[in-house]
DNA sequence: ACAGGTTTTTAGGTCAGCCTAAAAATTTGT
DNA sequence: ACAAATTTTTAGGCTGACCTAAAAACCTGT
């Protein structure tokens, strides 16, 4: 059975709205907004993904992905976060320059093309923003990160992901410095906004505004 | 002005049909049995494709690239091309195994992503056949190669592309052991059915039928 | 429990890109 | 030169993927 490429992408859009909250049944409405696609039209899609049994659809309750469904749109985000690190580690992109090129190629239809380029890439576990590449198989490395903001004590600290992937965060975290795999050690928390005071690999000092440190995925020091 | 895939790809097709005779205008049906779509169908898009301007088309008489149109079908092979560089160099494909995924990633649209990869791929002025390569202004080498059943009399050349692109035709070559760059003597015609014996660097002797003869093309050997 | 607001679906329309069948234009053979 | 064959276009239809407007279902607060 073949897949559109707009199929494609209502997968994987219910395949990352299903994530927000755990195992929730994604609505129409999110869908809408996530692709800024009208609601009507979305119900019309939700139909034909459920004819084809890429999704379970109970109408006014909201959609959850198949097996199949689900296997599908990670393929894609496989896909994707490959040529994220082609195009950054290979072509010397800018991580903020990747997701649109990205969003063509992971269209791109060739099981034997993944598997080669999976292998020149040298079987990478992450992409540039520190997202969890899903194997052949479709599994995902669990990633137990937190967002920076979380955190309610002094500690330290690796930055190894972004829960947030527009083109002015990433450009702002380059502009300060902070990069995958830095050290940050939270040197003080101001209670009144709850922005944060860090120290960048021991010698870099900047403040974080909460929206900023929320988007700031770390792990514990090992 | 955005131009769809299938817009792109008949203006490929019109683009290659136009160069198997000089300057000829290009038919309904030509760019029909190439595209294998119905003859209606392609009258449909070059109305479309003539009010963008890409195409000159006057009804019952055939069709002609603008320079726009021009332009844009340069492009796309460039970029074919290119892709099929990057199969085969660095993705260790075979030569017959790339044309379907190149056929897919020549649609991919960034400038950018094409100016880089052109770089990493150091600039390659062939892909894996011996096609010519586009430069960024569209220029294009000229080869004067000639297939190797044009020649009348003994002879060295050098083996330096097919004519013909099929899996079963380079699958052909690939087990023969002619490979792009090999040196190519002829030994005898055979007048009677214009047969080739040739010799493949200097040890693999090899008999071609005309029409695979037809299909190699040489330069003269420097 | 039901009025008002929100969400979702239905109904009907558009456009791109394909199709078949039939009509029109062009080319070919004698 | 003109009938027959071929090529090309026109006419009308279909499907996927979008839209707007209106109806239906669902949720919420008093």
Known sequence: MLISL??????????????LEADADVSTNQISDHLSIK???????????AEKKLIHYIPYQGVKLSEKGKSTAIKVVRKHRLWEVFLVDKLQ?????????????????????????????????????????????????????????QHKTKGSFTF?????????????????????????????????????????????????SNKVASNILVEEKK
């Open 39 to 49: 609601a009507a039209t979305v119900t019309d899609m939700l139909k034909r993904l």
């Open 160 to 208: 190894v992901g972004v829960a947030e992937h527009s083109k002015t965060f990433l450009q702002h975290l380059t502009s300060i410095g902070l990069k995958i795999g830095d050290a940050v050690k939270i040197e003080e928390i101001n209670e009144f906004d709850n922005s944060f005071k860090v120290k960048i690999n021991k010698t870099n000092s900047q403040f974080f």
């Open 93 to 149: 992109f800018k991580w903020d320059e990747v997701h649109e090129i990205a969003e063509q190629l992971e269209h791109i239809n060739s099981d034997e093309l993944i598997q080669r380029l999976d292998k020149f890439l040298g079987k990478p576990k992450f992409d540039p923003h520190g997202d969890p590449i899903p194997d052949a198989n479709g599994q995902l490395n669990i990633v137990k990160a937190i967002p920076l903001n």
């Open 6 to 19: 707009t199929e494609e992408n209502y997968l994987k859009a219910i395949y990352s709205l299903s994530h």
